[in-house]
């Protein structure tokens, strides 16, 4: 079956630092990608998604390529701020009969330290 | 702020009780599910409603019964809990049909339910 597996954490980062974290993804066929963050306390809310190869999503100066040769989509950022820290899950979607399957990797949780 | 409303925010129930979370949104999605995530752990899909029809159960225990009155709602009845049901459940909608493959999910910001 389709999985997801991300880099797990904690990462730990001083504000204005660079982040990275990987995603890779098997699946069959070409699945969406996706970045969700979730807050302390809250629901997963979408960061960024990509829908085919070579695609680029971005969104509050994150990034994320859909990169089919290395299965990869792999999380950006080039300053980090302390508003970053939560929880990031990558994920790929299944349509199944109409409606969406979310394979999620296990969670990488960010610190952003001021 | 949310576009998918979930209440009530915490719920605390013993094992013979009866309760149900509800959960509402208005942006004309025809998808909606049911997530459980416990701590550090990322969320598992429990059902899925496609056009107002239960189109996913993921081998959920009958203690968790869902129910989508109309488009818009969704409730998820509980009864007999044990106390390792205590999670958070998160509700989510999408756009839905095959017409709008792969559609992102909008969350709630869930329930947090205790089991005592």
């Known amino acids: 079956g389709n999985s997801v597996t991300q880099m797990e954490g904690p990462v730990t980062l001083s504000e204005e630092a660079f982040l990275t974290i990987n995603c890779t993804y098997t699946?069959?066929?070409?699945?969406?990608l996706f970045w969700y963050v979730q807050y302390p306390g809250e629901g997963l809310q979408l960061l960024l998604k990509?829908?085919?190869?070579?695609d680029k999503g971005s969104n509050k100066g994150f990034e994320a390529t859909y990169r089919k040769e290395t299965t990869s989509f792999h999380l950006e950022k080039g300053s980090v701020q302390v508003s970053d820290s939560a929880v990031y899950f990558c994920?790929?979607?299944?349509?199944?009969?109409?409606?969406?399957?979310?394979?999620f990797g296990k969670g990488t949780k960010l610190t952003v330290n001021p | 702020d949310t576009e998918v409303t979930q209440t009530p925010k915490h719920l605390v129930m013993g094992m013979t009780n009866k309760k149900s979370l509800k959960c509402e949104q208005h942006?004309?999605?025809?998808?909606m599910y049911w997530y459980k995530q416990k701590a550090k752990k990322p969320p598992e899909l429990m059902f899925v409603?496609?056009?107002?029809?239960?189109?996913i159960n993921e081998s959920v225990p009958s203690r968790f019964s869902p129910e989508c009155p109309n488009s818009s709602l969704l409730n998820l009845h509980l009864h007999a809990l044990q106390p390792e049901d205590s999670a958070l459940y998160l509700c989510?909608?999408?756009?839905?049909?095959?017409?709008?493959?792969?559609?992102?999910?909008?969350f709630g910001n869930g329930t947090r339910l205790t089991v005592t």
């Open positions: 989510a909608s999408s756009l839905g049909g095959r017409r709008f493959g792969n559609s992102p999910l909008h």
């Open positions: 699946a069959t066929g070409y699945p969406s």
């Open positions: 990509a829908t085919k190869a070579d």
């Open positions: 994920a790929l979607s299944e349509n199944q009969g109409g409606s969406e399957k979310l394979v």
């Open positions: 942006m004309g999605h025809r998808a």
């Open positions: 409603y496609s056009y107002e029809k239960l189109s």
